[in-house]
């Protein structure tokens, strides 16, 4: 099956910056769609960014257009959430996950694998 593993969380002040990074090992990261998704205290985990493994094409929230960026690096087998502009309501903890498509918009439609997950917290 595989694992991925998720790391560069932490605390950052309003306006501040942070670059996740996924390391899966396990499997071959160019082969699947990846994204990635966060779950707030009391919430519902939900789709932040996602990258289609077939054509390229990426999806992003629309609370986070042009502030986050989602890359990979298939010859180190990861992948990568550049944070910018950060706010206190993308405190959250931040999943890495990968499936064979994840449609239009980080859709949870088929067999989904995931990280164990990072904190970020936005705070002054």
């Known amino acids: 099956q595989g694992q991925l593993e998720e790391s560069g969380g932490g605390l950052v002040q309003p306006g501040g910056s942070l670059r996740l990074s996924c390391a899966a090992s396990?499997?071959?990261?160019?082969?699947?769609?990846v994204g990635w998704f966060r779950q707030a205290p009391g919430k519902e985990r939900e789709g932040v960014s996602c990258?289609?493994?077939?054509?390229?094409?990426?999806y992003y929230q629309d609370s986070v257009k042009d502030r986050f960026a989602i890359s990979r690096d298939n010859s180190k087998n990861m992948v990568f959430l550049q944070m910018t502009s950060l706010k206190p309501e993308d405190t959250a903890v931040y999943y890495c996950?990968?499936?064979?498509?994840?449609?239009?918009?980080?859709?949870?439609?088929?067999?989904?694998?995931w990280g164990q997950g990072t904190q970020v917290t936005v705070s002054a």
């Open positions: 396990g499997f071959a990261l160019e082969n699947y769609s």
């Open positions: 990258l289609s493994g077939s054509d390229g094409n990426t």
């Open positions: 996950a990968r499936a064979l498509d994840f449609g239009l918009a980080c859709d949870l439609t088929g067999s989904v694998a």
